[in-house]
């Protein structure tokens, strides 16, 4: 870990005698971009205000510039969170909604309209300062509940599905000015979504959660190309990586309800037999003609999209399938086709999910 980074250890959470957080060790770099996603209840929140000086740490250590902050108040902790609901003033101006929290820490007011001003340009709500919280479309108030994090000049913010409240157009719009955001101040940022696009656009690190403990922590093509497990790799991505049933047939072959493909998985020695789960994206499978390394489905459903198109197979036992196929000769529901994946792109898991290869 860098110095001025940060660093969870041991990091555990319960709620009685149920254990929510299981011994989290992670450490953030100083000005990363750190995204935590995962299911509903995969514990992404609880760990954001742990970090945060909201939940109290059952056990563990969290240091941020080397200091350890476990028990420290939230105010001496040198965060700043952004929440879900905007939580602003609505009898206050947008001006004394981003001053507030500086003049409750007696800050002179000069600074106060110094910090203010400055916060105010660098997201573009100059010309809003006079307006309360009912005057704004969503996207401004988010906006405002950002600054009132910036003037507080912390070392680390946290952001905790902050775009949730806003329609699709305005969550695209906020993503990139939140990167930009990033851009210009440097600072460390945390940020839960359960939106795995916001997590692949806005992350130098992604952080996979399941049931409180970290399945992978990578960059956002390190967990997309090399998912650790069979839970990663069907969690990101949309569409999900299919997921095939095949049963190892030895001689670097895997027998499928659709016929028999190349698995280079002979390191692993599987027992003949052996069950496996293929895993291939929807943008490596291609139609073609031979059933030689590729797998018999019929296709049950079409959909188009205008710039690229999806077809939703089956095999004959019922396993599903989706590809991407953006040109060649028309295909129809209910036609037979055969599908392949490069070697290269394949990977294997156990039938309890464990990565293979």
């Known amino acids: 870990m860098t ?17 929510v ?82 003049k409750m820490a007696r800050t002179g007011a000069a600074e106060i309209e110094a910090r203010v001003r400055a916060a105010s340009a660098i997201l573009k709500i100059d010309h ?33 599905e902050p775009l949730s409240n806003l329609d699709a157009e305005l969550r695209v719009s906020m993503r990139i000015e939140i990167a930009r955001l990033h851009r210009e101040l440097g600072n460390t940022m945390i940020y839960v979504t359960h939106d795995q696009t916001e997590a692949m656009t806005l992350a130098d690190k992604i952080v996979v959660l399941k049931d409180g403990r970290i399945e992978q922590a990578g960059s956002p093509r390190e967990v997309y190309e090399d998912p650790a497990n069979s839970f990663v790799a069907g969690f990101i991505g949309s569409p999900r990586m299919n997921m095939i049933e095949a049963q190892w047939a030895g001689s670097g072959l895997a027998k ?9 998985i002979r390191h692993a020695s599987p027992p003949l037999g052996e069950t496996l789960m293929v895993g291939m994206r929807p943008e490596h499978l291609t139609v073609v003609s031979v059933s030689d390394d590729a797998i018999r489905v019929k296709v049950d459903f079409d959909e188009y999209l205008g710039g690229t198109r999806y077809l939703y197979c ?15 000769p028309d295909i129809q529901r209910g036609d037979t086709i055969y599908l392949h994946c490069p070697p290269l792109r394949r990977r294997y898991f156990d039938a309890k999910g464990n990565r293979l290869r």
């Open 21 to 102: 957080i299981h011994g989290i060790d992670l450490d953030i770099p100083e000005g990363a971009f750190v995204v935590f996603v995962g299911p509903s209840g995969c514990g992404k929140s609880t760990l954001l205000r742990m970090i945060a000086g909201l939940e109290e740490v059952t056990d563990g250590e969290i240091a941020i510039k080397g200091r350890d902050v476990t028990d420290l108040d939230p105010s001496e902790r040198g965060i700043a969170m952004v929440f879900q609901s905007y939580a602003l003033y609505p009898h206050m101006s947008v001006r004394d909604n981003l001053g507030f929290g500086l």
């Open 128 to 160: 809003l300062l006079d307006r309360r919280p009912g005057q704004l479309s969503g996207g401004q108030r988010q906006r405002v509940a950002i600054g009132r994090a910036i003037v507080r000049e912390p070392d680390v913010f946290l952001f905790d």
């Open 314 to 328: 089956q095999t004959e036992d019922g396993q599903s399938l989706i590809t991407e196929y953006r040109e060649g």
């Open 3 to 19: 110095k001025n980074g940060m660093r969870l250890t041991g990091v555990r959470k319960s709620f009685g005698g149920l254990e």
């Open 256 to 264: 499928t309800a659709g016929g028999s493909i190349k698995a280079d």
